[in-house]
């Protein structure tokens, strides 16, 4: 993490950055975020994470502050902390408490962090978690600030010597890794789970769903098993935190990277 964060629109050192013990942030995981590439200073996509944020934040009755001011502080903090290259995350959430603990009035806060890339192999190695998405949820396609579920499944994948785990859903259906999309290539036709299955809808899905269309590439979005992943000739996971990453095996099939490789390359072209 940077040293500056933006609490509420206020600059401070993330040292003194305090949140409610008393909050439903802190009791229930109460709130919803969004994290953002950062290149060359200025935030990816900007558009497309305001409006998962904004419906997020709609369908969890979380008061959002005006598009140009909360931007006005995220500039702000990328700026304080000498960000070129990196990521920020705009996390919204309840500062107050209500019901089972509490009676008083909602207050919507709004935190934003930056930080670095995290590290990322060029090539992952994906477990297949046992903790199954529920595609029911209440929260399906929620970028919830309850993400322990997802955190389990990645440090049980990487206790077994893996980077990731690759997360099914109640169906038996590919969803998603843990903390990124899923796609693979079969024919060179390039695949990727429907919204259906729980997975989330990713900025950079997006992006990348635009690049195969603008190349000419031939791409879905569908329900499939394990099985048919597993018969794929590639597979890639991707994420505003690590762009596009190739993944070599999963559980003990392997698999190339050749249109993948392209891919990548097209997407750094554009966004460097």
């Known amino acids: 993490m940077e040293n500056f964060v933006s609490k509420d ?25 969004t994290t953002i590439a950062i290149y060359n200073r200025k935030p990816f996509q900007w558009e ?23 931007k006005e502080a995220l500039l702000e903090v990328i700026e304080k902390n000498n960000l070129e290259q990196g990521r920020a995350r705009i996390t919204v959430f309840e500062e107050t408490i209500e019901g089972l603990w509490g009676g008083e009035a909602r207050q919507t806060s709004v935190l934003i962090t930056t930080a670095q890339f995290r590290e990322t192999p060029d090539e992952i190695r994906l477990k297949v978690s046992p903790y199954r998405i529920n595609s029911g949820s209440a929260l399906r396609g929620v970028k919830s600030c309850n993400y322990l579920e997802n955190l389990l499944a990645l440090e049980k994948a990487k206790s077994e010597g893996f980077d990731e785990a690759l997360r099914l859903n109640e169906k038996e259906e590919v969803s998603s890794a843990c903390m990124a999309n899923v796609f693979w290539v079969e024919d060179e036709v390039v695949f990727t789970p429907s919204l259906e299955t729980g997975c989330l809808e990713g900025t950079t899905r997006a992006f990348v769903i635009e690049i195969c269309k603008d190349l000419g590439i031939e791409i879905y979005t569908v329900k499939e098993t394990l099985n048919k992943l597993l018969l794929a000739d590639e597979v890639f996971l991707t994420s505003s935190g690590i762009g596009i990453v190739p993944v070599r095996k999963i559980e003990s099939e392997f698999f190339t990277s050749e249109l993948t490789t392209t891919l990548r390359r097209e997407f750094y072209k554009r966004v460097l």
């Not at 629109?9 to 975020?33: D, M, N, P, Q, R």
């Not at 959002?64 to 001011?69: I, P, T, V």
Request: aromatic content about 14%; overall charge positive.
């Open 9 to 33: 629109f206020k600059i401070l050192k993330a040292s003194e950055a305090k949140i409610s013990a008393f909050s439903s942030a802190v009791f229930y995981g109460y709130g919803a975020f």
């Open 48 to 70: 497309k994470h305001w409006k998962r944020l904004t419906q997020d934040s709609q369908r969890l009755k979380l008061k959002l502050q005006e598009e140009e001011k909360v």
